[in-house]
């Protein structure tokens, strides 16, 4: 398998120039019970996501990509 | 090619030029290639593009190699595989006699009961097996692993391949061309082989056409990437597109005897009899029922065989040879011989003949050799050419379906019998197509079967097997090839610690050293006297702008917020799950900044941290890694004071560099960052200092340290000067669900903060009772503690913990350690053992508990 990933000062890169970050599900402040459904209950769609790549083996940014969980479609 | 000789089973093959190792062994007389994986039966060549598994000797120690497609070379060494005393002589037939009573399916049926039966016959199965053992003592080759990007990957580069490739290219895209051979490199001198040259010349002239000889494609996974292998390295290729020109290949014909040494496919005859000049046989029959199948008519005619019979179609009657007897519309019925090609039986108009030869050429259709395009739905992919062709159907009369696992048509039948009905379950159910040829010869007999016993009850009648990679066979160290792919990390100071005899050692992507002479007076110097340790593998992030003391505020779980410029603390960085990922130490600059120092192992994963949450939380921060630019030389020791004092105008007083704190020095005219640290349990600065000066650096301290018996030290004795303090070494006395309070870490969390990573779980634990703990362990009965690492710790029959770290303690004079142990009913338990030894369960540090030496 091979993704290529748009990052915003890169460009398109092979996938294993990135480490994954999971779902993005933005933090919305302190309040507990909101923060453990956030931490602790993630959507795990079928379909496209929102999630969190980091460009480690490049200029190490963190950004959010769009990829559909069924087809690997990026974008 | 290189002249001369090679050695076959103790004597001597002449090589001519051209000769594979195939042509130069049937040249010399051999007939016998190998014996088949199960029965044992004699196999010759066969299809001659290195597509079915006959002609697999072991060259040079390496099994399993294709003959037909090596090129022979001057001195290698050839034996063949299987077959005992010898592949001429193997008394292993007597498997093949046994073939009608051991049915498919014969190893599962026959040995599931009593359990141990399979035990036993499997000893005597693995012997009569397999294609010779595998080499051990040939080294590791070291092969690389690269990645290629381009528009349109063309696999096969026969006339269909060269001609997608510039069409491609022609369009404005970048190209890349592979073949599993040299260009043209399998093709006899002819029309074709003028056409290919013509094509591959503009190839070559085409600058976006990248052309990788000599490379099989393995497969084809989603992007669409397709792996390319040679003996020297994996290719992963990315591509928009995929256009699969991997020609065809001539149908295996089943009937009674088609596995005989002495049957043949078209183009391995007329490549034998064209190429090498050995006519494959005294007296041969010809089955041609294709255009090709005339040109390889032809082709042995020129080269001087005696073809006395072909079968053709009326159509082709004029084409045939005067000297040839031609048999229009003809049927084979079988091939009769004991190990060799005797005869052939034919039924010629209702009327049934025997004919004597020694050379059946079959020629009667191609198979598409597709695999690759039905080995991924839903990708951009195009066959072209021969790849691209709808099969001829094989005759289905009998004989040998699969050549790789000896599978007959009965075989199949069988087990059709049995209800195994579709290509896909007969394949699992009788292991035909599973053999080294991955189906290239039977997978579409198969599948003909499948069908062709169809009816209503089969839901997918036209149904293929699924194709699975590897398509060709792959060394597997060409598959390992990212593991040699190791980036050694060194510091500033490593020649130095080459030149004074250090002992180095890998530890989390460094080399560093382990000791320099004897780690126990290493241990000593530091206790004692002062010792120098090179930490420039420390992870050290400068944290700026106007939100650093945020992003530090939400990413460690301690309070930042009240640190004094100056000052430094021990930070835990959590997980979402609150569990601890990293640990580190944060010192205070002045404007508002930080300096963060991390554990070596963990610096990329705290880089990556930081910078997560600065973007997550849309901070106003930079993040600056510093760690290769900065060396840093920690001083420890009763006299660091004095060893630094000795180099320094700055004052080092406790007053004007406290612990925890630090403050900028410049020591032997280096300009340096000391900070006070606690880990070695000494006094203790660490000088982190521009990377270039540290040899100067460390020498310097050497020299001014000579006096006050000044020693290096490495890992070793910092692994017991450590544990002697209690300090907790995240991943190895850890973990992955490792809370804080697990760890005994509680005092570096602040639970009156309103947020930070991992707090939302850490509130939910702690409403769980703790069942599970770090502890100090001092051993009873154990004179060396390196043996206990790793130890279950037990409570009766109980396990019920795991030592994590063990050593002898040089200040207790005794085996102490950390390690993990469970709540029981009451409680924790105050005493174990580990082994033989008794393990009871103290408070740490085991060594100057109150840090009144750290303080100094």
């Known amino acids: 398998m091979t993704l290529e990933i748009a990052c915003p000062n890169c460009g398109t890169r092979p996938h294993r120039e990135f480490a994954f970050g999971g779902e993005d599900r933005p933090h919305a402040g302190a309040d507990p019970a909101t923060e453990f459904e956030r931490v602790f209950y993630p959507a795990n769609v079928e379909g496209v996501q929102r999630e969190r790549w980091y460009h480690a083996l490049g200029c190490r940014s963190w950004f959010v990509v769009t990829r559909d969980t069924r087809t690997n479609r990026i974008g | ?856």
């Not at chain 2, 690759?372 to 009998?398: H, T």
Request: charged share 25%; with cysteine.
């Open chain 2, 1 to 856: 090619m290189t002249p001369g000789p090679f050695r076959f089973e103790g004597r001597e093959v002449q090589v001519l030029d051209g000769d594979t190792v195939a042509s130069a062994l049937f040249r010399a007389g051999v007939r016998t290639f190998s014996r088949s994986l199960k029965a044992h039966r004699r196999r010759g060549l066969y299809c001659g593009t290195g597509e079915c598994p006959n002609c697999s000797v072991t060259v040079d120690g390496i099994p399993g190699v294709r003959s037909c497609i090596t090129p022979a070379a001057a001195g290698m060494r050839v034996e063949r595989g299987r077959g005992w005393p010898s592949a001429d002589h193997d008394l292993l037939h007597v498997a093949d006699l046994a073939h009608p009573l051991m049915p498919v399916g014969f190893y599962l049926k026959t040995f599931i009961r009593p359990r141990f039966a399979w035990r036993m016959a499997e000893r005597v199965i693995r012997r009569g097996t397999g294609s010779g053992p595998l080499p051990l003592d040939t080294g590791t080759p070291r092969t690389v692993a690269r990645y290629a990007r381009c528009e349109t990957i063309v696999v096969g580069a026969g006339i269909a391949g060269l001609t997608a490739a510039l069409e491609a290219a022609e369009t404005g895209e970048r190209v890349l061309l592979c073949d599993e051979f040299a260009i043209g490199s399998r093709l006899a001198p002819g029309p074709t082989l003028d056409a290919v040259r013509a094509l591959e010349q503009r190839v070559r002239a085409t600058p976006a056409i990248e052309i990788l000889e000599r490379h099989a494609a393995l497969g084809l996974f989603d992007g669409p990437t397709v792996p390319l292998a040679d003996s020297a390295e994996l290719v992963q290729v990315r591509a928009d597109r995929v256009v699969v020109a991997t020609g065809a290949t001539e149908s295996h014909q089943l009937f009674p005897g088609n596995d005989l040494p002495g049957v043949w496919l078209g183009r391995a005859a007329s490549a034998m009899a064209a190429l090498h000049g050995v006519p494959v046989g005294r007296r041969v029959v010809v089955v041609a029922s294709t255009t090709e199948g005339l040109e390889h008519l032809r082709a042995l005619v020129a080269a001087g065989a005696r073809v006395v019979a072909a079968l053709v179609p009326a159509a082709f009657v004029d084409e045939v040879p005067h000297e040839t007897e031609a048999i229009v519309d003809g049927e084979l019925v079988e091939a009769r011989g004991h190990g060799r090609l005797r005869s052939v039986i034919v039924h010629e108009v209702g009327e049934r003949r025997r004919i004597a030869c020694d050379a059946l050429v079959l020629s009667t259709g191609l198979g598409p050799r597709d695999e690759l395009a039905r080995m991924a739905v839903n990708e951009p992919i195009r066959l072209v050419g021969d790849a691209a062709l709808v099969a001829d159907e094989p005759g289905l009369g009998g004989g040998y379906l699969c050549l790789c696992e000896d599978v007959t048509l009965h075989d199949a039948e069988q087990a059709r019998a049995e209800g195994f009905r579709s290509a896909e379950i007969l394949k699992r159910y009788t292991t035909a197509t599973m053999g080294p040829c991955k189906g290239a010869m039977c997978s579409l007999a198969l599948a003909c079967f499948a069908r062709g016993r169809a009816d209503a009850a089969d839901a997918r009648p036209d149904a293929r097997p699924t194709v699975r990679p590897p398509l060709r066979p792959v060394a597997l160290h060409a598959l390992a090839a990212s593991v040699h792919e190791v980036i050694e990390k060194r510091t500033g100071l490593h020649d130095t610690h080459v030149a004074a005899g250090a002992t180095l050692g890998w530890s989390s992507g460094w080399k560093r050293p382990i000791f320099y002479a004897d780690p126990t007076e290493e241990y000593h110097a530091v206790r004692e006297r002062v010792g120098l340790m090179d930490v420039g593998t420390l992870g050290r992030f400068l944290i700026a702008g106007r939100d650093a003391t945020t992003l530090a505020g939400a990413v460690f779980a301690g309070r930042v917020d009240d640190l004094a410029p100056g000052r430094s603390r021990y930070v835990l960085a959590l997980d979402e799950g609150g569990y601890v990922v990293d640990d580190g130490l944060l010192c205070a600059l002045e404007g508002g900044s930080y300096l963060l120092t991390s554990t070596s192992g963990g610096a990329e994963r705290m880089d990556a941290r930081l910078r997560e949450w600065a973007e997550r939380l849309g901070l106003h921060v930079h993040v600056l890694d510093r760690t290769s630019e900065l060396g840093a030389i920690l001083v420890a020791g009763p006299r660091a004071r004095d060893l630094v004092g000795a180099l320094t105008e700055d004052p080092i007083d406790a007053a004007s560099l406290p612990y925890p704190g630090h403050r900028e020095l410049t020591v032997a005219g280096v300009a340096c960052r000391a900070i006070r640290s606690g880990f070695v349990g000494e006094l203790a600065f660490e000088l982190h200092h521009p990377r270039s000066n540290g040899p100067r650096l460390w020498s310097s301290l050497q020299q001014a340290g000579r006096d006050m018996g000044v020693s290096p030290f490495g890992l070793e004795a910092l692994e017991l000067l450590r544990l002697e303090k209690g300090h907790v070494y995240l991943g190895q006395d850890t973990l992955p669900d490792d809370t804080p309070a697990k760890l005994g870490l509680a005092r570096a969390v602040d639970m009156t903060k309103p947020w930070f990573v991992g707090k939302a779980a850490l509130e939910r634990l702690a409403e769980l009772p703790l069942t599970r703990r770090l502890a100090g362990l001092l051993f009873e009965g154990a004179a060396d503690g390196a043996g206990l690492r790793g130890a279950p710790l037990t409570a009766g029959a109980a396990v019920v913990g795991r030592v994590t770290s063990a050593e002898r303690s040089p200040a207790l004079d005794r085996a102490i350690g950390l390690g993990w142990i469970r709540r029981g009913r009451d409680g924790f338990p105050n005493e174990l053992r580990a082994g033989d030894a008794v393990a009871r369960i103290v408070p740490t540090p085991f060594y100057d508990p109150e840090d009144t030496r750290v303080r100094g």
